[in-house]
């Protein structure tokens, strides 16, 4: 998550042009965290904080290309090189009953329907038909590691507060 109260959405790696595009890695799923307009808290390697405002952002290869104000020269952007880039998470548009941000779930504690503890949300694989969770259990020697399945068939019941799940798994997970 990082800051209290913001969320890391990427990080930037490089510039491009010579006008201040800045070259970035973006952990959102969606563009739309980098709308036009917004606010955005980019914080350097030495721990310095700046706020600046979206100009506009889009896809280029496999990573972002965003303008940001006050950012007009190739010498600027370069200044921000390897900047994480956060958003409040409070701006973050409301979600749908039951459907939930990946950093609510990564590190929820995950038990089967016996109250046997599996182990904890270490990330997230998008698959296109239904996210998978890596959940692994440190306590485990071997086969640390177990994938669960997004489905209403297996995750039974998310408790954010209690930072639980609890999962009904399939024969020979």
């Known amino acids: ?9 990427g990080k930037i790696i490089g510039v491009h042009g010579v006008k201040g595009n800045i070259k970035a890695y973006s952990y959102a799923e969606s563009l739309s965290v980098f709308e036009s307009g917004s606010p955005i808290l980019a914080i350097n390697e030495e721990g310095l904080e700046t706020t600046y405002k979206v ?7 496999r990573v972002i290309l965003l303008s940001l104000d006050g950012i007009d020269s190739r010498h600027r952007a370069a200044t921000l090189r390897g900047s994480k880039l956060y958003i409040e998470k409070a701006k973050l548009p409301g979600l749908e009953d039951g459907t939930y941000y990946w950093f609510d ?24 038909s239904n996210d998978v969770y890596v959940v692994k259990n440190p306590n485990k020697d071997n086969d640390n590691e177990i994938l669960i399945p997004a489905l209403a068939s297996v995750v039974l019941e998310i408790d954010i507060n209690k930072k639980t799940m609890r999962v009904d798994l399939p024969e020979g997970l």
């Open 1 to 9: 998550m990082g800051k209290n109260g913001f969320l890391l959405i």
């Open 55 to 61: 100009n506009w952002v889009k896809l280029h290869n």
């Open 105 to 128: 779930l990564i590190g929820l504690s995950v038990f089967t329907t016996d109250d046997e503890y599996i182990g904890s949300i270490e990330s997230i694989l998008p698959t296109g």
